[in-house]
């Protein structure tokens, strides 16, 4: 009976490190983006995205053609928090822009973290 405990603790142990190396290996999560353009005129599409590209280089932009209609999605954002943030910012500029939720790159979800942790390191 006390190799009872013995035994949970290592099937616990290895559930562990099978769950840790899953998460090592994940390159996507369910996370947000915001649409920032649908429509059909391609020169509208590529204005919003040298708009993202020179006002918000820190996002990475996502482009969708079903023919006739482009889509334009932004950020690979892995908290609500932080894409409502980025969507206050963008109202003024386009005010049709909305929340997605979205399968977003690790990377790009850790890089928005980052950035938002710096900021907050410069604050007073």
Same mark, same amino acid.
């Given at each position: 009976?006390?190799?009872?405990?013995?035994?949970?603790?290592?099937?616990?142990?290895?559930?562990?490190?099978?769950?840790? /190396? &899953?998460?090592?290996?994940?390159? %996507?999560?369910?996370?947000? $983006?915001?649409?920032?353009?649908?429509? #059909?005129?391609? =020169?509208?599409?590529?204005?919003?995205?040298?708009?993202?590209?020179?006002?918000?280089?820190?996002?990475?932009?996502?482009?969708?053609?079903?023919?006739?209609?482009?889509?334009?999605?932004?950020?690979?954002?892995? /908290? &609500?928090?932080?894409?409502?943030? %980025?969507?206050?910012?963008? $109202?003024?500029?386009?005010?049709?822009? #909305?929340?997605? =939720?979205?399968?977003?790159?690790?990377?790009?979800?850790?890089?928005?973290?980052?950035?938002?942790?710096?900021?907050?390191?410069?604050?007073?």
């Amino acid at each position: 009976m006390s190799d009872q405990p013995l035994f949970i603790q290592q099937k616990l142990d290895y559930s562990l490190d099978t769950l840790a /190396t &899953r998460n090592r290996n994940a390159r %996507y999560i369910a996370g947000y $983006k915001i649409q920032l353009y649908t429509g #059909t005129s391609r =020169s509208e599409l590529d204005a919003a995205k040298v708009f993202v590209y020179q006002t918000y280089p820190e996002l990475d932009t996502y482009v969708a053609y079903n023919h006739p209609t482009y889509r334009l999605r932004i950020g690979d954002f892995g /908290t &609500r928090l932080d894409v409502e943030k %980025y969507l206050n910012k963008l $109202k003024d500029d386009y005010p049709s822009a #909305t929340i997605v =939720s979205d399968r977003v790159l690790v990377s790009g979800a850790l890089k928005i973290m980052d950035s938002r942790a710096a900021v907050k390191e410069d604050e007073p």
